[in-house]
């Protein structure tokens, strides 16, 4: 029976992390994504709030040593996607998927394993008209990939 060194499975892919990484915190990166169009509707004072309380609890994550980077991101009106096909290079205007809502921003976080980092997402303000993905950061130590297991 062999073990693949880079399973798709979330659960796998933490243990494969803890393994590799040894014990402590793993990094996860939380993406931000809400419709564009909801934030465009709040009024001045609505969004004002929103912000006032992403930075206040960015500073309380920063604080405990959880917060390695945060960034908002322009609107999707601004987004170019870049592809190389057979030598040649094509940008088109706007984000490659379609999609009903958009990443508005990243948090880069430590957390000890992804049970935390899904309690650090959840307290977020944008959770409670949008969505944030949390995602394991794959540790590559140099180029090269652990090898399978057999």
Do not use: W
């Not at 040649?88 to 921003?105: C, M, R, W, Y």
């Not at 976080?109 to 997402?121: F, G, M, T, W």
């Amino acid at each position: 029976m062999s073990i693949l060194a880079f399973p798709d499975d979330y659960l796998m892919t933490t243990a494969l992390h803890i393994q590799i990484g040894g014990y402590g915190t793993m990094k996860y990166l939380l993406m931000c994504c809400h419709e564009e169009k909801k934030m465009d509707d709040m009024s001045k004072s609505e969004c004002d709030a929103i912000i006032d309380e992403t930075s206040a609890y960015c500073g309380t994550l920063e604080k405990s040593g959880h917060l390695i980077a945060a960034e908002p991101l322009e609107p999707v009106q601004t987004a170019v996607t870049v592809r190389v096909r057979t030598g040649k290079l094509s940008v088109t205007d706007g984000p490659f998927a379609e999609t009903k809502e958009q990443v508005a921003g990243f948090f880069l976080i430590n957390a000890r394993d992804l049970n935390e980092a899904i309690q650090v997402a959840s307290k977020f303000p944008s959770v409670r008209f949008g969505s944030m993905e949390v995602r394991p950061v794959m540790e590559l130590h140099g180029c090269s990939r652990p090898a399978a297991a057999s």
